[in-house]
């Protein structure tokens, strides 16, 4: 199975709130778990991204947390700004250049003031 | 990082007619670069895996014919839709991946609205 689920469909945090989206892979193969960051109109932007070597990467307020054994990872936003809100896609694939992603549905944040 | 640019950003057509949207690698060389389609609300969907110096690799379903690719350099892709109709109406998105990298890095996004 190829899938990534991803929940929740959409979320909204106040400002200062953390944003907490979760993911689960069925595909045990899959070592490469990237995290987008899309604005209406435009194209999708690699955020953070983490292999299954560790279990969590932290960058600014944005941090992957993964759990091999269940096959989740997670995005957890501290300190969301309104200016994060944006449709937030998950992705798996294997190692490689030419390695498709599989991406999740995605989920719409919405930081309030 | 790396800079993938679209072009069009946008363009609209008449039914019938066929429509060539170009995606390039900036500052850096791709032998692979895939073409996704997404429709409002919704994911990405991968419709094919463009190869520099063979041919494409489409995804079940997709419709070779009508989606013409077209992988022209080490830093050019380009998707033709032929005979566009109204439900080719979309937003394509294509994407490079460095060589020897797994990040991907994505175009802009082109907006295409069939008449």
């Known amino acids: 199975q190829q899938q990534v689920k991803q929940s929740p469909q959409s979320l909204i945090v106040q400002k200062g709130g953390i944003s907490i989206i979760n993911c689960a892979y069925e595909?045990?193969?899959?070592?490469?778990f990237p995290w987008y960051q899309q604005f209406p109109g435009k194209g999708p932007a690699l955020l953070i991204a983490?292999?299954?070597?560790?279990s969590e990467k932290k960058e600014g307020r944005f941090t992957i947390s993964f759990n091999k054994s269940a096959k989740q990872f997670s995005l957890h936003i501290m300190d969301s700004q309104p200016g994060d809100s944006a449709t937030y896609f998950c992705a798996a694939s294997y190692t490689g250049t030419a390695s498709k992603l599989t991406f999740g549905t995605g989920t719409r944040l919405q930081v309030t003031l | 990082g790396a800079v993938v640019s679209q072009h069009p950003s946008w363009v609209i057509c008449k039914s019938g007619t066929s429509v060539k949207i170009e995606c390039r690698s900036l500052d850096f060389q791709a032998t692979t670069m895939f073409w996704y389609r997404q429709f409002p609300k919704q994911s990405l969907m991968l419709m094919a895996t463009s190869n520099e110096g063979s041919k494409a690799t489409y995804e079940q379903g997709v419709e070779k014919d009508k989606f013409l690719i077209n992988h022209a350099s080490l830093t050019l892709s380009t998707l033709t839709v032929t005979s566009a109709h109204p439900e080719d109406s979309s937003f394509y998105i294509c994407?490079?991946?460095?060589?020897?990298?797994?990040?991907?890095?994505f175009g802009p996004g082109t907006r295409l609205t069939v008449l």
């Open positions: 595909n045990t193969a899959f070592d490469y």
């Open positions: 994407s490079a991946p460095e060589a020897g990298y797994n990040e991907q890095f």
């Open positions: 983490i292999r299954p070597d560790v």
